[in-house]
C-alpha cells in the first residue's frame, strides 16, 4: 500500500527556547505494507532528516524531527494522473509573491546547471 506522510521538521538557532519557529512542513510518499509499517517507516525518515551545522554567526542551526501533521493511506486505486495529494489555504498579502516563473521551478533548475 502507498502512504503520504507530512513530516514536520524544526529548526533550532544557538540556545532558542521559543518562538517564533521556523518549521518545515515534507510530504513524502512511502511503500509499506500496513499502517504501524508505514508509521515506522515515516519515523525513521524524520529521524535521517535531523541534523546540525554552524551558521555564518558561529551559532549551531539544529533541524529537528518533531513528529507528523498527518499519515495518510493513498489507495492505489485512487493513484491517477493529475490527482491532489494534498492542498493547504494559505494567507498572503500578496500572492503573486510566491509564484514561481518556470525557470525558477525545481524541475528547471537542474537541467539548467547541467547546462550551464
Known sequence: MWYVATILMQCRV????????TVEEQIRILEAPDPNTAFSKSIQLGKDEE?????????????????????????????RDGMQLRGRFLE???PSGIVCEKTELSIFLSSTASTS
Open 14 to 21: 544557538g540556545q532558542q527556547d521559543k518562538g517564533p519557529w
Open 51 to 79: 541534523h546540525s551545522y554552524k551558521n555564518i554567526n558561529g551559532e549551531t542551526v539544529s533541524w529537528e524531527f518533531i513528529g507528523f501533521e498527518d499519515i495518510e493511506d493513498l489507495s492505489e486505486d485512487s493513484i
Open 92 to 94: 498572503r498579502d500578496d
